[in-house]
């Protein structure tokens, strides 16, 4: 079945930096790949996604790059602020599966 | 805010015990999710639902089952509950079968004494 890996586990930047935050998947027929946003108490959050069509998808500060070759996508949260701080999910599916394969989390704390 | 809705926020309960939980997913979306996350599991896929009808399995154990009522609100039944069982339970909703653009709850801390 799917796996997806993902890398750092956690991840301390200074506000203004950029961040990045990776993940493969072993299934080379996923082709859906969203990015959630998890804040203390609260439910993930889709913050992006991509298919597999695209290589790169913009959201403001977000962005999100497809490596369908390589089995890579990172996110890149630009010019960051306090309240990126979060976990960072990355996932994974196709479709007929239905189901996302979720990475292990990246724990983001952004100092001001 | 999603336009997720689960209840009850918290629940503690014994061992042995069997709760509901209940989700009403976002307008006009048909499909449900059960997620459970645990510090060791991590997320991870329990079942779906489609317009009334279960679509998927993942790792739902078979004392838990759940199901799907016509006006689309969900409710996961968790028995014979373990210490183990405690993790937050999260319920996601999209429109289509595909799990795409599918927004979560706030979930359902669970905890088993």
């Known amino acids: 079945g799917e796996n997806v890996e993902q890398h750092p586990s956690t991840l301390s930047v200074q506000e203004g930096d950029s961040a990045v935050i990776k993940c493969t998947y072993s299934?080379?027929?996923?082709?859906?790949f969203p990015w959630y946003k998890q804040e203390l108490g609260k439910g993930p959050q889709l913050i992006i996604d991509i298919r597999s069509n695209v290589g790169e998808k913009k959201d403001q500060r977000i962005a999100v790059t497809l490596n369908k070759t390589a089995k890579h996508f990172s996110l890149h949260i630009t010019e960051t602020q306090p309240e990126d701080s979060a976990v960072y999910f990355c996932?994974?599916?196709?479709?007929?599966?239905?189901?996302?394969?979720f990475g292990t989390g990246t724990r983001l704390l952004v100092s001001p | 805010d999603s336009g997720v809705t689960q209840t009850p926020k918290h629940l503690i309960t014994a061992t042995g015990q069997r709760v509901t939980l209940r989700c009403s997913p976002r307008s006009g979306d048909l499909s449900v999710y059960w997620y459970q996350q645990s510090l060791d599991q991590g997320l991870q896929f329990l079942i779906q639902y489609y317009n009334g009808e279960e679509r998927a399995k993942g790792n739902i154990l078979e004392r838990f089952s759940a199901q799907q009522f016509p006006d689309l609100h969900s409710e996961l039944n968790l028995s014979s509950l373990e210490l183990g069982d405690s993790a937050l339970y999260f319920c996601?909703?999209?429109?289509?079968?595909?799990?795409?653009?599918?927004?979560f709850g706030q979930g359902t801390r669970l905890t088993v004494v």
């Open positions: 996601a909703s999209s429109v289509g079968t595909d799990n795409t653009e599918a927004f």
């Open positions: 299934d080379s027929a996923s082709n859906y």
């Open positions: 996932a994974a599916s196709f479709t007929g599966f239905q189901k996302l394969v």
